[in-house]
DNA sequence: AACTCCTACGTCAACGTTGACGTAACCACC
DNA sequence: GGTGGTTACGTCAACGTTGACGTAGGAGTT
């Protein structure tokens, strides 16, 4: 019943035959170029249809001058991670009304894995790559680069130079974060962060620290624990915090999964409505919960339109000076944030 | 500076110019295949190491037999959607294993969308597509199936033969969640659903009756509402509901974003904790409010390696009669499901 | 009438790669 | 020492398409 699967696929000669025409007639025909008589094209466009023929994109971009393939790369942590996910979508939808497909990939911040995934792109000739670099070492993207892959880095910026990036005011909006708790009359904010390879990471903590000192606060080492990679994590050293004999009376976490873990373990202590929280990233139905979380939301749509505008212009032949965009995040007060010290 | 933009890419010629072999011999050597000395083997390794060279996969499958673009299309509603982007991220990471990687597309529930986008991944000769259908007729899926694509629909079946699919436990799943409500007690349920066009809101629909009918509970018209795109009209619905003289004991709520309308609204008018809720579909954090909702999770990932495993099947000339995998969903109880009705 | 110019086609080769096939050199064996 | 087989290469054409260029015929100009 499925003969259709070893029918070979029409092509332009096929369809030159049917119409008795040169197969660069029907070339013209399809791309709509000039030199082609009306009745020829009317001819052409029935044969076409008849048979099913589609253009060989492949074969097209092999012999075309400009070599396009009409497709990108986009390479991030986590597709299933809804802060990746959602920049996808940014970047795809930006591709539509340029005619080019995405190739996704996550590179599960690994370096091997990162490789492989821009040899399998490379491979494919895409014209461009959008990408969230692995922490550390960008030694993979740095040659990537220097092939000539336009390319375009999203969230953490390139530790080597002529390549454009897209981040968010990740200092700024923890500063402004720490500070608005300080004014609540908080003294002893925590800071919870994800690896310290990763620079924004670093950013939220550098942001931090600025907070404090703005604010005329010390810094308690106790209070700051880094390299928490996933909510379990977190959860374990909240928890080491609270133990202490001045536990804090505010949170700031630095990162989606690391919220998770603390509000688990404020809830499963019942501390969620005595110690204030602000998390940085939003998360879906973070405005349900009692109290909601105040977030610093980045603009992710933003983001990965910016990231998406700035990848076709160098696609186009942009060769303008290499851009850091930076996308502001906002603060959204859901209550969480609100939460004034305990006297 | 940036000089390597315009620098051609090196091919088979050049290294084989610099090894001093044919180019027959490169791509021996490139592929593995035997038939090259060691000494030769070594010197086209290192030409091609020394030039940058990276073979051409989109020549290459013009070129070979098998003709495969070791790529695949998938083709979700929306990929920002966290259900869509946990479907992508696990066929994904079974195609990487094949090393096949993926285009991805959303669309948006557009049957137009979702044509153009079928037509340009078979532009660019994907070796399949994985489908989450448009609701409504299916027309341009059966075309391209006849063309010869292999495709494979997750969520949704098709309405036409010939063709694998993935879906959960619709049916069964939803008369267990409304049979466990009955067990409580319940007597007036609720069911609140996505639009009617959708086979799963079909399924689900009828999983419900069911349900009603095994418990020995009379339908309520009143109490079924569907068309429910999106939280808003779900939280507008949810409250349509509360405003009938004998206002429902418990909510099905048979989607996602309906389940979060719902939530809404029992919040806003504080029954969260006397109205019992169960939706179908998980979501992130419905274990951290209060109470914890209760959901019929489906399994994500076994659902996209189910798909992935299929449509790799198929593309390797697995001519066996068309498959209808189900995939088991389960009922996650976190609280809001347990509520007995108030006396 | 001779010329230029334009339009509507066609012919040919090439994009980078690989399948089919050829061949020279060497080894083994009767 | 001829036969057969194997190994290690090379040559050539083709995959589906398009750029470069050619050409025939008609219209317009001098």
């Not at 920049?87 to 490789?115: F, Y």
């Not at 977190?234 to 609270?242: N, Q, V, W």
């Not at 004999?245 to 990162?255: M, N, S, V």
Request: net charge neutral.
């Amino acid at each position: 019943m499925d003969r259709a699967a070893d029918r070979r696929e029409p092509t332009m000669r096929d369809v030159a035959a049917l119409a008795k025409v040169s197969t660069k007639t029907v070339s013209r025909v399809i791309n709509g170029l000039p030199g082609a008589g009306a009745e020829v094209v009317d001819r052409v466009r029935e044969a076409a249809r008849s048979l099913g023929y589609r253009p060989n994109l492949t074969a097209s971009s092999l012999r075309r001058s400009d070599r396009r393939s009409a497709t990108i790369g986009v390479l991030f942590e986590d597709l299933s991670n809804p802060f990746d996910a959602a920049l996808l979508r940014a970047v795809e939808d930006r591709a539509r009304h340029a005619g080019v497909l995405v190739l996704a990939g996550s590179s599960e911040d690994d370096h091997t894995l990162q490789r492989e995934l821009l040899v399998s792109l490379s491979t494919r000739r895409v014209d461009g790559v959008v990408v969230m670099a692995v922490g550390g070492h960008q030694d993979a993207l740095q040659q990537e680069r220097d092939r000539g892959t336009p390319m375009v880095l999203v969230d953490r910026p390139p530790t080597f130079g002529g390549t454009d990036c897209v981040t968010t005011t990740n200092r700024d909006s923890s500063r402004d974060a720490v500070l608005h708790l300080a004014a609540l009359g908080h003294r002893d904010i925590a800071f919870l962060g994800d690896r310290r390879t990763l620079w924004t990471s670093q950013e939220r903590y550098t942001g931090y620290l600025e907070g404090l000192a703005q604010a005329g606060l010390t810094l308690r080492d106790a209070l700051v624990r880094t390299d928490l990679h996933g909510a379990d994590l977190a959860e374990a050293a909240t928890g080491a915090l609270f133990d202490l004999d001045r536990p804090p009376t505010a949170l700031f976490t630095a990162q989606n999964l690391v919220t998770v873990g603390a509000m688990r373990l404020l809830r499963a202590r019942d501390l969620h409505r005595r110690v204030a929280l602000i998390g940085f990233d939003d998360f879906p139905l973070a405005d349900m919960l009692d109290p909601g979380i105040t977030v610093v939301r980045q603009d992710v749509p933003g983001i990965g339109r910016k990231a998406a505008e700035l990848i076709f212009a160098r696609i186009d032949g942009d060769t303008s000076p290499p851009v850091h965009a930076v996308v502001p995040a906002s603060l959204v007060r859901r209550g969480s944030g609100e939460i004034a010290p305990v006297s």
